[in-house]
């Protein structure tokens, strides 16, 4: 009964992600453009605040507070994992990756419970679902490495151009025109952005979002600072530059010198997983008796995967 309900669950799933992901690949700029028209109009017609003299009884206005608050960590996760979809640049929507997560991890318990139980099949599921999560996360720091290495070069081209007496713009068309993706393609939708109208600040702002790269947040600050308060706009290109060169210095030395303890720590994950396979060529009924023990099965994951974040956390830091 258990293993047809979740095959009833999987099929489900699975039905419903590739329908939506069908529907949205072609009404993707659609769905864009209605999500930023809603922020926007949420922008010009906020709801009452927390602390607002409305509320007459107080228990009733901090349960309100405690609603609104547990509201926008929600929308702060969201926003959060729909910018870094944009930054990997993939075709679907946050319900997109939900659904997919879910119908792997339905997959993957109703596999692994009907092959070795349910707690090999909870632990399966467990980690089939976060798998799709941490692909979105790897394409979208893949691609921050490589606009962030292309930082230099395109502050340099700018500082070049304002300094031969063109404007910002002709700076970012420049950009545009030179680069390689994916620096071209941002600053050429920031310059659309600008000939369709909007303004410079909130242009900046929305290519500083979505790189989410702290160099390319300080350079919106220089930019808008200069278009306040004037300055030398050259020069100040020139100082990112060479710090984002510096930076990347030290990130490549630092690379260097915990190659080994990541080398390790690479070598402790896949070791297990390399004996089982020569187990199971040379002496398969003695490997197999592995399985009848699914809790020490589950208690071996928890431990590497501690493991795993533990030496992470180590050889991993902000440069």
Known sequence: MTLTVLIFLTVTLSVGAVALVVRDYWTADEEQLRRRLS????????????GSALFKNLERATDMTARVDAMSRRERLSTRWRDLLEQAQLPFALAHVAFLSAGLAAVAV???TWWRGPLLGIAGGFVAGIVPWWLVQVRARARRDKYLRQLPTVFDLMSRVVRAGQSVQQAFQAV?????QPVAGEFARSQNQLNLGLSPEVAYQEL??????????LFVLAMLIQRQLGGNLAEVLDRLANMIRTRLRIQSQVKTHTAEGRLQGWTLVVLPFVLFGVLMVLNRPYAETLFQHPRLLVASFVSMTIGILWIRRIVNFEY
């Open 176 to 180: 545009a025109d030179s680069c390689d």
């Open 110 to 112: 109703a596999a692994l």
């Open 208 to 217: 500083a979002r979505r790189s989410g790269i702290l160099e390319m947040r």
């Open 39 to 50: 922020e926007e109009f949420a922008k010009e017609n906020p709801g009452a605040p927390a």
